[in-house]
């Protein structure tokens, strides 16, 4: 049984960062992704990462300011967020693939979804 597991997430100021991890559990090695969902607005991709880590894709809305990494070792993907703004606030979700090894920016590319962590940006 393949579960992903967020966590990181949380209330910060402006300007701050936070450092979001994705544990997965029953799937490894896979590419995985990170997108986020505002209060009434679609899903919308953030970041990707190959299955080695090797590439990676940033969205431009976040480029700069978000990174992408991962750990297979831990089975862990992460998402570094700094210099973090109001409109980042969203709730934050992680996905992988079943198969494939490139990075995919799509949410129907996904086969699999953690539950989101609330990430809070004030003002």
């Known amino acids: 049984q393949v579960q992903l597991v967020e966590s990181g997430g949380g209330l910060v100021q402006a300007g701050g960062s936070l450092m979001l991890s994705c544990a997965a559990s029953?799937?490894?090695?896979?590419?995985m992704g990170w997108f986020r969902q505002a209060p009434g607005k679609e899903r919308q991709f953030v970041a990707a990462i190959s299955s080695s880590g090797g590439t990676y894709y940033v969205d431009s809305s976040v480029k700069g300011r978000f990174t992408i990494s991962r750990d297979n070792a831990k089975n862990t993907v992460y998402l570094q967020m700094n210099s973090l703004k109001p409109e980042d606030t969203a709730v934050y979700y992680c996905?992988?693939?079943?198969?494939?090894?490139?990075?995919?920016?799509?949410?129907?590319?996904?086969?699999?979804w953690g539950q989101g962590t609330q990430v809070t940006v004030s003002s």
């Open positions: 996905a992988a693939r079943r198969g494939g090894s490139g990075w995919y920016a799509a949410t129907a590319e996904y086969d699999y």
């Open positions: 029953g799937v490894s090695r896979r590419p």
